[in-house]
């Protein structure tokens, strides 16, 4: 059997225990934030959203959720549930139905995302086979007074421009 080896403790002195000189550190740190503050207030850069829109955002942001069409106008999601089950939020919704045109194919019936699950990782995209799913539309605020206004239909993500049709 090993022997026990005993380290001996640090901070057994009163000063330690009390704590004060961490105290004081951290409000000198605050202060200095606080002071450097009050004096730069005028140089701070403020953005009147929305009339102003932010200038800083990257190209690879990924916006909110679209859904693609063909050529002919129909959609180009065939049903597959791949961008489902690859979302690890579990934020994607699908119901299938055959297609009406003749075309042996599945179409989804209901196509529902929900928006305040999702955690916009872009797996989905990733994932779908036909590229009938998109997160390229820039739009980066969503907002809504009810939870059921987050939840993204088939006609509002077939309705939703890329960046590039605004």
């Given at each position: ?24 550190g ?64 579990e ?14 194919e599945?179409m989804?019936?209901r ?56």
């Amino acid at each position: 059997m090993k022997p026990i080896k005993q380290l001996p403790r640090h901070g057994k002195s009163f000063k330690d225990k009390l704590y004060l000189p961490a105290i004081f550190g951290g409000m000198f740190v605050t202060f200095g934030h606080f002071w450097d503050n009050i004096t730069t207030s005028k140089r701070i850069k403020t953005l009147h959203y929305p009339e102003q829109m932010p200038e800083d955002i990257t190209p690879r942001y990924r916006g909110e959720h679209r859904l693609t069409k063909r050529e002919d106008g129909s959609i180009r999601c065939v049903a597959c549930f791949m961008c489902a089950t690859a979302c690890p939020a579990e934020c994607i919704f699908i119901e299938a139905q055959e297609r009406e045109d003749g075309v042996d194919e599945k179409m989804p019936k209901r196509f529902d995302i929900d928006l305040l699950k999702c955690v916009f990782c872009g797996a989905c995209v990733e994932a779908c086979p036909c590229d009938a799913i998109r997160m390229d539309s820039g739009i980066f605020s969503m907002t809504g007074k009810s939870r059921e206004s987050f939840v993204r239909t088939k006609d509002e993500l077939l309705a939703t421009p890329s960046k590039e049709d605004k």
